[in-house]
């Protein structure tokens, strides 16, 4: 069931269940933040109570900032016979997504950290059977690992649709942490020994490999998505080893 938009300017942690309770300083509350950061993204996590234990399932992704669902839609899919699906649809479940920027060392092991930013997002989900909406959902999700990847492939089957279930999750409760920076330093730190700094962390591509069984060159879609990775300039596509 769909509600009433929310405003990309509405700040995040609009609820008690969202609002961090320590670390507050690292708090967010710029919704553009929330949407750079699930932008950059590739993996979220889904926890949900099935059955008598928690689950939390890593999973592909996409995101409609103007989607029908309060403050935007978080687009998940997974197969019909997944053990997930029925509960997640009859309670509210939380999403995750983190993204580490950086190992931060001190010169106690107390104070060693991690800059990150994190983000959680809890709401009870809705199936999607909407045909258009479902088709677009999964466009996006495609094109979350590499942008305008859809536009390449052939529309889904209705057996690919059949086997296949779209849920989407509202946007309207959620929170983003972000931590940077060096170290924490307490009274007579500088007294210590030791080296204390921070090692950056990235993403970076390699090469894509094309499949032995191919024979159309790497697509331009897919080139961009690897120099916007990180890919190396001085590497080539190269073809999967042989096994």
């Known amino acids: 069931m769909t509600t009433a938009p929310l405003s990309r300017t509405a700040p995040l942690s609009p609820t008690a269940r969202t609002t961090p309770t320590r670390g507050r300083t690292r708090q967010v509350d710029d919704r553009a933040r929330l949407m750079a950061l699930l932008s950059d993204a ?43 699906l029925a509960p997640a649809l009859e309670q509210d479940v939380c999403v ?76 309207a409760e959620a929170s983003m942490k972000q931590r940077t920076g060096g170290a924490t330093l307490e009274p007579g730190d500088l007294e210590l020994a030791g080296w204390a700094g921070v090692i950056p962390l990235r993403r970076v591509a390699s090469a894509p490999l094309t499949e032995d069984y191919v024979a159309e060159p790497v697509s331009p879609a897919v080139l961009r998505r690897a120099a916007q990775l990180g890919l190396p300039a001085s590497m080539s596509t190269s073809t999967p080893e042989a096994g």
Do not use: C, Q
């Open 42 to 84: 590739l993996v979220a996590h889904l926890g949900v109570v099935a059955g008598a234990h928690p689950v939390v399932l890593p999973t592909a992704f996409g995101v409609d900032p103007d989607g029908p669902d309060a403050g935007g839609t978080l687009y998940l899919h997974g197969s019909v016979a997944a053990g997930w």
């Open 96 to 171: 995750t997504v983190t993204e580490l920027d950086g190992l931060v060392l001190a010169r106690t092991g107390f104070h060693h950290s991690m800059n990150y930013r994190s983000a959680v997002v809890i709401g009870r989900p809705r199936r999607v059977t909407e045909p258009e909406e479902r088709r677009r959902a999964l466009d996006l999700i495609v094109d979350h690992m590499v942008p305008g990847r859809s536009a390449d492939l052939p529309a889904a089957t209705r057996k690919e649709l059949a086997a296949t279930v779209v849920v989407a999750l509202p946007l």
